[in-house]
């Protein structure tokens, strides 16, 4: 049956790739590659609305869709034979056979490779802690329930049991602030999220199974690959749409991002899909220029910053408006297309992600999207307004002539505020940082350009001057102006305000979705159109930028080029969709990263707690209820009087990750290892059982692990060689002294640390212990009465290499 659906499903993509081709083949689009690259674009976009209307409705099916697409079938062939349009096409029909047959080989030797580096070397970020594990439970929830109804009546009774202490949700999965049905009083969930890439992950995963979620960027970013060929191929030639190929498929940050699972890939196809449709259907049918616009307002069910384009288009209504009156209503039809589609996008996130709205909105981010657009609405009804005035009429025509007669000023004037614009942020603004005494956080924010200069070089950016020179004042294309307009509102949108924890290369995925290939692209049009007349000599300066960004991407990209980051994860969630007791059982646990990608990925009933202190109090009740209660922990010695915890499995979580790096390049891969422990809990015949007041464990006890791989630090001593934690659960009275005793090698050599509450609060700083190379101690206070559980570090750095044997933990009387 899975077969059957796989090949219906091919089956209607392929069929309505064709007929797209017969149809667009029929309204003016000649040439081939333009041809089948839009056809089998419209086709994937197609599939993946027909799935979002379907999750709409609580309802998809992977057969649905593919049953759906075969109607949109019928309806292509019933307007070819309506329009009685040849339904015979060869797919190379219209192919220039006096091209250049080497540039088309280059393009398709660039676009595997591309291919290859993007989809065999994946990131497998399943966390439930960040977007990119969220967006894989939620695709792996689309496809098992059919939609996005995260509501579980069972929270009402675990409230009863648990107090305060149960979580109502998970990270990005909240409760609303409509008002509560009365069968539910704690609330309803909603995700905060936009829903249009994880439904794509859900038809991947229906189609290829989980792993395959990690591969469905790797066709977006091929996709936009070809389209950057053919949009820079209309300014600079085949050479110069290569280059700019090149430059972008292995950017660091492109690089990193098709290779997760996170939504920017997605957003930017959508982009440059709509940016290539409106420079072709310019000069054509202003019909089309809807459609174009239409195209972009998908953004909208992918992403709630997609708002932002809104202002871009109206800038470029209101430049036809002045100067290429003409042209209006193309402008007008692509502000349409993109409005009708963005509304639906708002109304959806309203009624399906009202939590994430409304936060938005606390936090004035959304409140600044929405006054954006209102101001640009307001200005542009007032220009037309004005307009049609008499007076403003002869001050539209007096506004025209004054700028083309003043064309050269104005030319100098706009170039000369973008190099000042750059000038600004590279040299100036980090010295009025620097003054400031600025956190890492707001120093990220003030700087970001700097920071943005690690993945475009900023000989790159400077080039893009003269790509603005070429598209506004040389080549003056009004269709260009879409792909100008948003490049240049995006990037400085998100240099301004970047809106993302500035740890690389999280950071890059805000300006992975246009500001650089925006970048990359323009440089490349500024390289390739330099004014020089001597071909030599202009030919050294292009082979002299290749070799150079060349050596950029070799030192960006070595250290994350052929690995495949977290490669354990997927592997180990499989394994646990099999292996963990299903029937009756109910899961807790701590850990955010971990509770929905264990429910909604291996289909266990998994709750976040708090404390363990206060869950352990009240699990019995739970058992009491005809539960098979289980929980998952990080210490592998955890037992408490009112229940006993019998270990039945454990929990493996590993592989490569860059170190977390704020404000500097990552230059570490670590081996990165979690390791749980899974409990059932059951009756204690003996509830005042005493507390142990120590315990002795050895290294494989330990539950947390880094580990260097790779480093491209200069200063090798100063990196970390490996890094263990031993996670301990304080049964009963937190508030007091302990001391933890190392037995080992070398120990004197080695460095200790102490954090609480999940990592989160730290109460020894990493310093050495008291002792010698074989024994070594350290003491610590744990003052809060919250605490539930420390976590006890052992560090070794490369030119330390200390051995730990064991590791006593006690209480200190």
């Known amino acids: 049956m899975i077969s059957l659906v796989n090949f219906l499903f091919f089956l209607s993509i392929i069929l309505n790739v064709y007929f797209i081709s017969v149809i667009l083949h029929k309204k003016g689009f000649p040439q081939p590659l333009s041809r089948n690259l839009v056809s089998l674009t419209l086709s994937i976009l197609i599939a993946g609305s027909i799935a979002l209307l379907l999750v709409s409705f609580e309802s998809y099916k992977i057969l649905s869709v593919s049953l759906i697409q075969l109607l949109v079938s019928g309806s292509f062939i019933g307007y070819i034979f309506f329009h009685k349009i040849d339904l015979r096409l060869n797919p190379i029909a219209g192919w220039d056979k006096s091209g250049n047959l080497f540039t088309n080989v280059i393009l398709a030797l660039l676009l595997l490779s591309a291919g290859v580096m993007y989809s065999l070397f994946p990131i497998e970020y399943i966390k439930g802690d960040r977007d990119h594990g969220l967006y894989v439970a939620f695709g792996s929830k689309i496809q098992k329930t059919g939609g996005l109804n995260f509501d579980d009546f069972r929270y009402q009774d675990l409230t009863k049991v648990l107090g305060n202490n149960i979580i109502y949700g998970y990270p990005a999965i909240h409760s609303d602030y409509s008002p509560q049905d009365p069968l539910v009083p704690i609330g309803s969930l909603s995700p905060r999220f936009y829903p249009l890439f994880p439904t794509y992950l859900a038809l991947s995963a229906d189609l290829f199974g989980l792993d395959a979620m990690f591969r469905v960027n790797s066709i977006f970013g091929v996709l936009s690959l070809v389209f950057i060929f053919l949009i820079a191929k209309k300014w600079v030639g085949p050479w110069g749409a290569l280059t700019a190929v090149f430059f972008c498929a292995f950017n660091p940050a492109q690089l990193w991002n098709v290779r997760t699972t996170l939504s920017e890939p997605l957003g930017q196809l959508l982009i440059l899909f709509s940016s290539y449709l409106a420079l072709y259907f310019f000069r054509k049918d202003k019909g089309w220029m809807i459609f174009a616009g239409g195209i972009l307002g998908l953004s909208s069910f992918n992403r709630i910053d997609s708002l932002i384009y809104f202002p871009a288009i109206v800038i470029f ?129 003030k700087n970001s350009f700097i920071f943005f200069l690690l993945y475009v070089p900023l000989p790159l950016v400077l080039l893009g001057i003269g790509g603005y020179d070429l598209l506004v004042f040389r080549k003056q294309s009004s269709g260009s102006l879409v792909f100008l307009l948003l490049g240049s509102l995006l990037s400085f949108v998100y240099f301004y305000d970047p809106s993302i924890y500035p740890d690389h290369f999280w950071a890059s995925r805000r300006w992975v979705l246009f500001p650089i290939p925006f970048a990359c692209i323009m440089g490349v049009v500024g390289l390739y159109s330099l004014p020089i007349k001597r071909r030599a000599i202009k030919s050294a300066l292009i082979a002299l930028a290749l070799v150079g960004y060349t050596y950029h991407l070799y030192n960006r990209n070595r250290l994350i080029f052929f690995e495949r980051m977290l490669s354990g994860y997927s592997e180990e969630f499989e394994r646990l969709s099999t292996s963990l007791p299903s029937e009756k059982a109910i899961y807790f646990t701590k850990k955010q990263d971990l509770a929905s990608p264990l429910r909604y990925l291996s289909g266990r009933d998994t709750y976040l707690i708090h404390e363990t202190r206060p869950f352990l109090e009240n699990a019995i009740k739970l058992i009491e209820l005809g539960w098979n209660v289980y929980l998952i922990d990080e210490d592998p010695n955890l037992e408490d009087g009112p229940v006993t915890l019998e270990k039945i499995d454990k929990i493996r979580l590993e592989g490569n990750y860059p170190l977390d790096s704020v404000n500097h390049y990552p230059n570490i891969l670590l081996y990165r290892g979690t390791f749980l422990q899974v409990y059932k809990l059951g009756f204690n015949p003996k509830p005042f059982a005493q507390e142990k007041r120590s315990i002795s464990i050895d290294p494989s006890q330990f539950a947390y692990m880094l580990k260097t791989v790779r480093s491209e630090r200069k200063n090798q001593a100063n990196v970390y060689e490996e890094m263990k934690g031993y996670d301990y659960y304080i049964p009963k009275n937190p508030i007091g002294r302990f001391r933890a005793e190392f037995e080992g090698e070398v120990l004197d050599q080695a460095t200790f640390s102490v954090t609480a509450n999940q990592s989160s609060s730290i109460i020894f700083p990493e310093s050495p212990g008291i002792g010698d190379s074989k024994k070594m101690s350290i003491e610590f206070s744990v003052e809060n009465s919250e605490t539930d559980d420390v976590q006890i570090r052992f560090h070794t750095k490369k030119d330390r290499q200390a051995v730990l044997k064991s590791l006593q933990l006690s209480r200190i009387p």
């Open 317 to 445: 209504v209101s430049y036809l408006l002045f100067l290429r009156k003409k042209s209006l209503w193309r402008g007008f039809n692509f502000l349409f297309g993109y409005s009708a589609i963005s509304v639906l996008g708002v109304l959806y996130g309203y009624i399906n992600s009202k939590p994430y709205m409304v936060d938005l909105w606390k936090s004035k981010q959304l409140l600044k999207l929405t006054l954006f657009c209102v101001f640009s609405s307001i200005l542009l009804s007032g220009l037309l307004f004005f307009s049609n005035l008499k007076m403003g009429k002869q001050s539209i025509e007096l506004f025209k002539n004054t700028i083309l007669k003043n064309k050269k000023i104005l030319r100098i004037v706009i170039l000369s505020c973008i190099f000042l614009l750059i000038t600004f942020a590279y040299s100036i603004q980090p010295v009025i940082s620097n003054a400031e005494n600025l956190s890492d956080a707001f120093y990220f924010k």
